[in-house]
């Protein structure tokens, strides 16, 4: 079946480094794909999406870009704040319900 | 709008006893889910409503577990004899369907259940 298969962490790193959080998914078809955040104490927050190959998603200095000749979705900013430290989920849409991978814990360092 | 909320927050429980969680999604939405998230795992289905009718179940849902939706609003979850396997948070999202907003689902902040 779909599933999603996400960069294990946690990763820590300091404030202004660049990040990428690699993400791969296996799916019939061409899925949705997702990258939600997950604040201490929060749910789950849709951080940015993509709904078809090559489109870029993007939001808060976050981007991600659908790249269906390698099933990857890769998360990445360029430089990362202390308020970025949060679980990182990519996910993809299946016919009725989200697909999540484990989840990625990122520190970031003053 | 406030989102989609869900009480409690936090539910003790001991094995054996029947816990009820609730969720209201966010009110113009109209198809509901039900997601469980152990510890450092990510959400895993359990099942969606699309108002009132439930649409889809997941195997990890036993029989040991119900939800409903009686109104096509708010959805509850209940848990019965429970198990220490059943420790989690237990997460529901809500979005409209049949629209290009049907791509985003938008989550509670959960409920964690600990079963002693």
């Known amino acids: 079946g779909d599933s999603v298969t996400q960069m294990e962490g946690p990763v820590t790193l300091s404030e202004e480094a660049c990040l990428t959080i690699n993400c791969t998914y296996t799916a019939t078809g061409y899925p949705s794909l997702f990258w939600y955040v997950q604040y201490p104490g929060e749910g789950l927050q849709l951080l940015l999406k993509a709904t078809k190959a090559d489109d870029k998603g993007s939001n808060k200095g976050f981007e991600a870009t659908y790249r269906k000749e390698t099933t990857s979705f890769h998360l990445e900013k360029g430089s990362v704040q202390v308020s970025d430290s949060a679980v990182y989920f990519c996910?993809?849409?299946?016919?009725?319900?989200?697909?999540f991978g484990a989840g990625t814990r990122l520190t970031v360092k003053p | 709008d406030t989102g989609v909320s869900q009480d409690p927050r936090h539910k003790i429980t001991k094995r054996g006893q029947n816990v009820t969680f609730r969720c209201d999604p966010i009110?113009?939405?109209?198809?509901l889910y039900w997601y469980r998230q152990t510890l450092g795992q990510g959400p895993e289905f359990l099942t969606y409503f699309q108002n009132e009718a439930q649409l889809e179940k997941s195997r990890l849902l036993s029989d040991r577990f119900s939800a409903e939706r009686p109104k096509g609003s708010f959805s509850t979850l209940e848990i019965q004899r429970t198990e220490q396997g059943d420790s989690a948070m237990y997460l529901c999202?809500?979005?409209?369907?049949?629209?290009?907003?049907?791509?985003?689902?938008?989550f509670g902040p959960g409920t964690r259940l600990t079963v002693t």
């Open positions: 996910a993809l849409r299946g016919r009725n319900d989200m697909r």
């Open positions: 999202a809500s979005t409209v369907a049949g629209t290009s907003a049907s791509y985003e689902q938008y």
């Open positions: 009110s113009e939405h109209n198809r």
